[in-house]
């Protein structure tokens, strides 16, 4: 990966998306969806800007550069437009995670096809990463989201790193038009789920005596799995604890195994209230094995270049003893 290449591409999207934001008085965000089009369609996409988006159109694709340089080059966009215009549970999964679910799912898929979906894909970054990460190209990839402006964004990345995937606006929590997933991945929304009529669909509605979105996602994502797919999702911390009457305990050991569980550096996250774990769960099936151990780490600093290189090891040997 060539950071120069990376800060090069960043640079040709992050000036078509400022011209287009002047020019047209809208968001930055919404200009960079505007200018990635201009870019896969090699439409000039506003006829007085012919000139400079000519330029940016014609050198935006260069040689060698993979769709994982182009993700990594939107992804800076993607931030700085949502630093300008902050909304509340509009976030992208950060890129140290997307490598490490990436990486889990890559080792654990091998290099046989497979189904994936991501119910609460945001901008795709998530989702695009884990097939930037995958041993083989035949991966059926599914998203759904229910902001409108992130499905154009998570279309426009998808569209610029040249990857097929289908991805629909949508209540990630309503019944989702795909198949049977293999892996079911998701950066899972956190907080109260407003629709109680759906939330009635839900053997977990009802934790505490309330619809939590985090938890309905989860069964969400089971009902979505074929037998023995995996489900690799970042939950937050404090799932456990809010599980009182032991519900979300007693649904998961009827329908699944919970395979690891990663508790994430307290210092990716501002407020320790916030901070997450990535979950690594197997849907029940005829042939799945209960592993002889379940994976529980504390993860070091992603900073400390030794313990997080032990970490590494650590969850390799696990996976290559599972996925044997
Ligand atoms: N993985 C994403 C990425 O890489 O950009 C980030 C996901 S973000 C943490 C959570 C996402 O959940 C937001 O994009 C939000 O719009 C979405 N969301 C919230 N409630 C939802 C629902 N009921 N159905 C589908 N998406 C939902």
């Known amino acids: 990966m060539e950071t120069t290449l990376v800060s090069d591409l960043f640079s040709d999207l992050d ?15 919404e200009a960079l969806c505007l200018a990635g089009e201009g870019i896969y369609t090699e439409q000039v996409v506003d006829a007085s800007l012919r000139d400079q988006l000519e330029k940016l159109n014609r050198s ?17 966009a993607v931030l700085k437009g949502m630093k300008a215009d902050p909304k509340p549970g509009r976030e992208m999964t950060p890129d140290t995670l997307v490598l490490l679910i990436g990486h889990i799912v890559s ?3 091998g290099s046989r096809p497979y189904t994936l979906l991501d119910p609460a894909v ?24 229910t902001d409108d402006l992130l499905i154009k964004v998570a279309y426009t990345s998808a569209n610029l790193q040249q990857k097929d995937v289908h991805l629909l606006h949508q209540d990630g929590l309503k019944p989702i038009p795909c198949d049977p997933a293999d892996f079911v991945v998701c950066d899972v929304p956190v907080g109260y789920y ?36 995996y489900l690799v999702y970042l939950i937050p911390n404090s799932l456990f604890t809010e599980d009182k009457d032991r519900l979300f305990h007693d649904y998961v050991k009827k329908s699944a195994i919970i395979l690891a569980l990663l508790q994430l550096p307290a210092g990716l996250f501002q407020d320790a209230k916030n901070a997450k ?5 197997q849907k029940k099936g005829e042939h799945v094995k ?5 994976l529980l780490a504390e993860m070091p600093d992603f900073m ?13 040997d696990w996976l290559a003893e599972h996925s044997a």
């Open 15 to 29: 000036q078509a998306a400022s011209l287009l934001k002047e020019k047209k008085k809208i968001t930055y965000l």
């Open 60 to 76: 935006f694709f260069r040689e060698k550069m993979t769709s994982e340089d182009v993700r990594r080059a939107f992804q800076l």
């Open 107 to 109: 080792v654990l898929a």
């Open 122 to 145: 945001g901008t795709a970054n998530l989702l695009t990463g884990i097939l930037n990460q995958s041993e083989t190209d035949q991966v059926d990839a599914f998203g759904a989201d």
């Open 194 to 229: 407003p629709d109680q009529e759906s939330a009635e669909q839900y053997a977990l509605n009802g934790i505490n005596g309330k619809a939590y979105t985090h938890f309905l996602f989860i069964e969400q994502g089971l009902n979505h799995l074929k037998e023995a797919g």
């Open 277 to 281: 774990s990535i979950i690594l769960m």
């Open 290 to 294: 209960v592993p002889k151990q379940t």
């Open 304 to 316: 400390e270049e030794d313990k997080m290189t032990a970490f590494m090891a650590q969850l390799n």
